[in-house]
Nanobody, 118 residues
């Protein structure tokens, strides 16, 4: 049974940084691509960043140059380092396997809230 636990969110001023973590269990972590998604108030959930099992990364244009996704296969954990945060980054952040369309997933963790004040 898949379980994803996101942590590390909080309240930060614009220009600040946060590091999110996602601990995964119930999957063979090392063979899976992992992604971070986010959902802002009143908006649809969107893909933010992906890291393949080989370590290749992709980012949404809105976060390129500011966010860095990484993984530690020994800990079954994926990270999202977020620098130079902007108020528009305010959202609940979720991780999941792969990089599929939001509607393709039948399981989501609880997410972690990131709030960026101006």
């Amino acid at each position: 049974q898949v379980q994803l636990v996101e942590s590390g969110g909080g309240l930060v001023q614009a220009g600040g940084s946060l590091r999110l973590s996602c601990s995964a269990s119930g999957i063979i972590f090392v063979i899976n691509a992992m992604s971070w998604y986010r959902q802002a108030p009143g908006k649809q959930r969107e893909l933010v960043a992906t890291i393949t099992n080989g370590g290749n990364t992709n980012y949404a244009d809105s976060v390129k140059g500011r966010f860095t996704i990484s993984r530690d296969n020994t800990k079954n954990t994926v990270y999202l380092q977020m620098n130079n945060l902007k108020p528009e980054d305010t959202a609940v952040y979720y991780c999941n396997r792969g990089s599929g369309a939001v509607r393709s997933y039948d399981y989501w963790g609880r997410g972690t809230q990131v709030t960026v004040s101006s």
